[in-house]
């Protein structure tokens, strides 16, 4: 039986549905409650800290010798910020801890931090766009002589020219207003300290434990051999918890000096201020298209929002030049102009979130795509086939290689399963009635499961991007897997499990994988950037692999036939063409206890291997269908529909998860979510009732069709697809928005497409019923 | 995300409650179903010193239906009007603007009453008792008290009730089973508070209007009876016409506030959408 391509339930899932899931908090029972004191203001110098008498109270004075968070690119154009773990001169957003409490519980920690006096000389805070870029600004960071911390820029040779041939050029202004991770669990850390060894072992909500532990060993000035991270069960990520916070360095130091165990649970007011957030760009574009539609030539300014500082490992440059390598996305053109700016304010820090910049450069681009076909006089299908990509391998203007994929195919999938003639009719009878119907395409591709190549491309210091896999098999024929991917709600375990059961022959359920334990498992990168199916799981085939062939020469001796004649299967090792056989787990006993037998074998089952791919494109084409009430700007999602092609499905249903929560947020992104801050940087979505993750009553049912290119890029012919479904339904929204209000010529470039936007919009165009 | 330190009384009966509210007056807080106390506690927005916990009271948990009157006892959940609890236009009205009350689990703790004490501007029932003219009657040891809803309501947050007093009971007028009722509410997710909601009631005899009753909430601070409008409505024959034209009325004699989610003009246009939509419910 094979395993991989059957909708296996999650293993996860039995504990988890049934409270057995372990977070952070589940653990922080006995420890000290540590809590925070955050900066009430967004920019200023800090006069005097007053701090009760009677508490347990730090600041950036008793840190002093903690070293600063201060990621590195090396690029000419990268200013690097230091970002202190507390302040001790200067706060630089609203909602960074300056001062930290422990108490016995967290109700008497906060009434200890409320007796924590900060007086702060307040400045005027830097915190849009045009502030950040004016002339005169002044910057954020005294180390940086402007408020532009990175920026990339490239130029073809034609594209002047390709202007200059273009019959038709069109220009938009696109703005995505930044949103939050808003992971389900927060963020939160408990540093146990051991006096035996003098060890801290820090269980916290991360995504990568690794990194965490080289980051704060490296800010303390510690040997990585005095820390052990946990990541224990963690209730989503989304890119939010990739990143090396002050919080976790603070915990650490904490219970080295206190000796004694300290937990900090973030709440949800607390994640909103000072976590990270994302999104926050403004994107200009300039496309010249030929009459026949053929896009030319593309220039581009973008400017992302990356806060007051840089993140770790990744830095602020994570952003923008996603944003300036990936643009160009499913299209095939070959003149590109860009500039693409990290803008620094006294905002909270920018981090990845899921789909990093390409939600806002696939809303760009396919919104392009649409008001170019309308000028031209062209279908919207129609102008996105003439210039899809079509042959592969292709390299776009920015030098990216695109292997294998079904570009147009997806698209042609999506439209004749969206029936358009019948919508474009039932569209047409209702307007007649007043309701507006309107329906929306978007392209893209996903650069997934990429390795160490794209990451150095990028100039990073730290270069993540292999994994390492430990495969063993016991005595009794179970397997045990270590990885240095740390899931967070994907049903990796799973996935992984097919994959290996096919390699050893032994069933899903008995192969354990460990993850998320720095002392446990081998260093690796976490999962993140739709990585670990692809690259753990790469190392996990090739790991098994190993293992499934020592099985082999073990079972052929046994048998005296040859290696390449043993089957694994079903927990047996076959001949094949004779009925001979022997269970795996003999095979595994006699690999342990009678290893004399096997000449030129090392004693034992354990392998490991190590795969750094240099990534792969997964691509999709998502169709939206919308109802706009126009008196009230209120949407609807009808319908949504993704062809997606990530190459072979491990498990398909946990593709389909991945996808369907991908959309969900996508559907956030294009109509609900957005933190607003007011001019003084004084955060105004502080809760869910301000800031508005939709419900499950706002989402449609997601139709989900799958392509299967195979590439030659991904050694378990899995793409990654962690992140497309978020990249792609912000743009499939809007423009289905745009089309139902066709009527009355609007289009929209600005995200989330909120009901007071959209009257706005219909006020504009005459189209308010009340005006 | 803990309150402030409180000390917490669990009265037996209302008698224990009134004199513990008399002896304690600011220094403590009712609380009923909690929903908008603890969450605003746990903010330590609100800092009572001393919470005076009303859930054993059973003599306050009770719905009865007269003739001139449905009377709403002070613990009687949101839940409870899931499905219509008398016969009629009242009923059906309170259980269709029930579910636009917050989320399942939420409804089945918050009270009534909790919700026209708190005095959200946005709140569907304080929309219902200024509208339907309730009126709630209060208790303390002083005595008791029965407040008219166009007195009761002064502004977000803030009623009429004194430190001292229990809302022990609200009284909708009964609806004869001519009423036609009608309500919309726009909210951005499904349990949000309204940006803007209406409530719509008439009778009408032989295609005339001879009774009304209009009202709109979550558009200033607090709801807002459209008494002069109704008056407009009397005597009228029901047509899309004079909706039309009393919902262009409405738009303009509300100065709405505005906040992130929706700036005055937005909600203007909000409150001309939900008395349209309202009304034409009623009157269809
Ligand atoms: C996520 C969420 C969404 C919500 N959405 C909505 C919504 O869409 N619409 C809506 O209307 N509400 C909404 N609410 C609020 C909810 O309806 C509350 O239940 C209600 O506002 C208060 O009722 P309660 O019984 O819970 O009162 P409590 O929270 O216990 O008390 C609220 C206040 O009223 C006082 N009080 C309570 N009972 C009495 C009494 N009998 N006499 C005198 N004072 C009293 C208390 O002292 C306190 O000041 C929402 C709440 C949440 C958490």
């Known amino acids: 039986m094979n395993w991989i391509g059957r909708r296996l339930p999650r293993l996860e899932d039995p504990a988890l549905l049934k409270g057995g899931g372990s977070y952070v908090a589940d653990h922080a029972g006995k420890a000290a409650a540590v809590c925070f004191v955050r900066s009430p203001v967004a920019r200023g110098t800090i006069v005097s800290i007053e701090m009760p008498s009677d508490g347990t109270v730090f600041t950036g004075r008793d840190l002093a010798d903690v070293k600063p968070i201060r990621p590195i690119l090396h690029r000419p154009d990268y200013v690097a910020i230091g970002q202190p773990v507390l302040p001790v001169d200067r706060v630089s957003f609203c909602g960074q801890a300056v001062a930290v409490v422990v108490a016995d519980d967290a109700a008497l920690a906060e009434d200890l931090a409320e007796q924590v006096f900060v007086d702060i000389d307040v400045a005027d805070a830097i915190v849009d766009f045009d502030t950040a870029l004016a002339p005169d600004a002044a910057p954020v960071h005294p180390e940086a002589t402007s408020n532009v911390v990175v920026e990339g820029r490239m130029k073809t040779q034609g594209l002047d020219q390709a202007f200059a041939e273009a019959a038709e050029i069109v220009a938009l202004d696109v703005r995505s207003h930044r949103q939050s991770a808003a992971p389900m669990e927060n963020r939160g850390g408990l540093a146990e300290y051991d006096a035996a060894s003098g060890r801290v072992t820090l269980t916290a909500s991360v995504q990568m434990p690794h990194m965490l532990r080289t980051g704060i060993a490296d800010t303390l000035g510690i040997p990585e051999s005095e820390l052990r991270v946990i990541a224990p069960d963690v209730g989503g990520g989304f890119g939010q918890k990739m990143s090396l916070f002050p919080e976790y360095v603070v915990l650490v130091w904490l219970a080295r000096k206190l000796k004694r165990s300290v937990a900090w649970i973030e709440d949800r007011r607390e994640n909103l201020l000072a976590s990270a957030h994302g999104r926050d760009q403004a994107f200009s574009l300039r496309g010249a298209f030929a009459r026949d539609g053929r896009l030319l030539g593309l220039e581009a300014d973008l400017r992302s929002n990356i806060g007051a500082f840089s993140c770790y490992p990744v830095t602020c440059g994570v952003e923008p030049l996603m944003a300036f390598a990936e643009l160009p996305g499913p299209y095939d053109f070959a003149e590109y102009g860009v500039r693409s700016r990290g803008v620094t304010t006294n905002t909270c820090m920018m981090a990845p979130y899921r789909g990093v910049s390409r939600p806002t450069l696939t809303f760009s681009m396919e919104r392009m795509m649409d008001v170019a076909a309308k000028r031209l006089g062209i279908d919207a299908a129609e102008i996105r086939r003439r210039n899809l990509i079509k042959a592969f391998p292709h390299r776009s203007p920015t030098g990216l290689v695109y292997d294998e994929g079904s570009y147009l195919q997806a698209m042609e999938v999506a439209i004749e399963a969206a029936g358009l003639p019948a919508f474009r009719a039932r569209q047409e009878a209702m307007r007649e009635r007043g309701r507006y119907l309107g329906v929306g395409l978007s392209v893209f591709s996903e650069r997934t499961g990429y390795g160490t190549p794209a990451y150095a491309a990028r100039g990073m210091e730290i270069v993540p991007g292999y994994e390492i896999v430990d495969c063993t098999m016991d005595p009794s024929g179970d397997v045990v897997l270590r990885i240095g991917s740390s899931p967070h709600g994907q049903g990796l375990k799973t996935s992984l499990a097919q994959l290996v059961s096919d390699e050893l022959g032994v069933e899903p359920q008995r192969i354990r994988i460990i993850s998320g334990d720095t002392d446990a498992t081998p260093y690796g990168w976490g999962t993140f950037a739709s990585r670990s199916m692809v690259i753990a799981g790469g190392s996990s085939k090739l790991a098994a692999g190993k293992v499934a062939g020592k099985l082999k020469t073990i079972a052929a001796t046994l048998m005296e036939t040859s290696p390449d004649d043993i089957e694994l299967k079903d927990g047996w090792a076959r001949v094949s063409h004779s009925n001979q056989a022997m269970e795996i787990g003999t095979l595994a006993r006699a690999a342990y206890h009678q290893s004399h037998r096997f000449k030129g074998l090392l004693p034992g089952l354990h392998e490991n291997a190590v795969y750094d791919p240099g990534g792969t494109f997964s691509n999709a084409s998502h169709i939206a269908f919308v109802e706009v009430d126009i008196e009230t700007g209120g949407v609807r999602v009808e319908r949504f529909l993704v062809a997606e092609d990530a190459g072979v499905l491990i498990n398909p249903m946990i593709v389909d998860g991945q996808i369907t929560g991908g959309v969900a947020q996508g559907i956030a992104n294009a109509l609900f979510e957005e933190i607003v801050y007011d001019d003084t940087g004084n955060l105004l979505t502080a809760s869910f009732a301000d800031y508005l993750p939709p419900t499950a009553a706002e989402i449609p049912e997601i139709e989900i069709m799958h392509m299967e290119t195979v590439s030659a890029e991904s050694v378990t012919k899995a793409k990654g697809v962690g992140e497309g479904g978020a990249i792609g339904a912000p743009a499939a929204v809007v423009n289905a928005i745009c089309d139902a209000l066709s009527p009355f010529g609007i289009e929209l470039f600005e995200l989330p497409a909120t009901p007071q936007r959209i009257r706005e919009a219909l006020r504009r165009a005459g189209g308010a019923s009340y005006a | ?284």
């Open chain 2, 1 to 284: 995300m803990k309150a402030a330190a409180f000390d917490y009384l669990r009265p037996a009966d209302l008698g224990e409650a009134l004199a513990l509210l008399a002896t304690h007056k600011d220094d403590c807080k009712i609380l009923a179903g909690g929903q908008s106390l603890v969450p605003a506690m746990n903010f330590r927005l609100a800092r009572p010193a001393i919470l005076v916990d009303i859930n054993d009271l059973n003599e306050l948990d009770y719905l009865r239906a007269d003739a001139d009157h449905l009377k709403i006892g002070a613990l009687t959940r949101h839940a409870a009007f899931h499905r219509p609890v008398v016969e009629g236009p009242l009923g059906t009205l309170l259980a269709k603007v029930v579910r636009y009350i917050a989320h399942y689990p939420i409804r089945q703790r918050g009270t009534f009453a909790g919700s026209l004490s708190h005095a959200d501007p946005a709140s569907e029932w304080c929309l219902v008792a200024a509208t339907l003219r309730a009126e709630m009657l209060a208790k303390s040891v002083r005595g008791e008290r029965v407040i008219a809803a166009g007195d009761f309501f002064h502004g977000t947050f803030t009623t009429a009730l004194e430190p001292d007093e229990v809302l022990a009971e609200i009284r909708l007028p009964a609806m004869a089973p001519d009423w036609r009722v009608g309500f919309y509410e726009f909210s951005r997710r499904a349990g949000d508070f309204a940006l803007g909601m209406a409530v719509a009631a008439a009778r009408v005899e032989e295609g005339t209007i001879r009774e009304a009753r209009l009202g709109v909430g979550g558009v200033a601070d607090r709801a807002i009876r459209l008494g002069t409008l109704e008056d407009q409505l009397v005597g009228k024959p029901a047509s899309s016409a004079l909706i039309d034209g009393i919902a262009r009325e409405a738009r303009g004699m509300i100065e709405p506030n505005g906040d992130i989610h929706a700036s005055p003009e937005y909600r203007r246009d909000l409150i001309a959408t939900s008395v349209k939509r309202a009304l034409t419910e009623a009157l269809a």
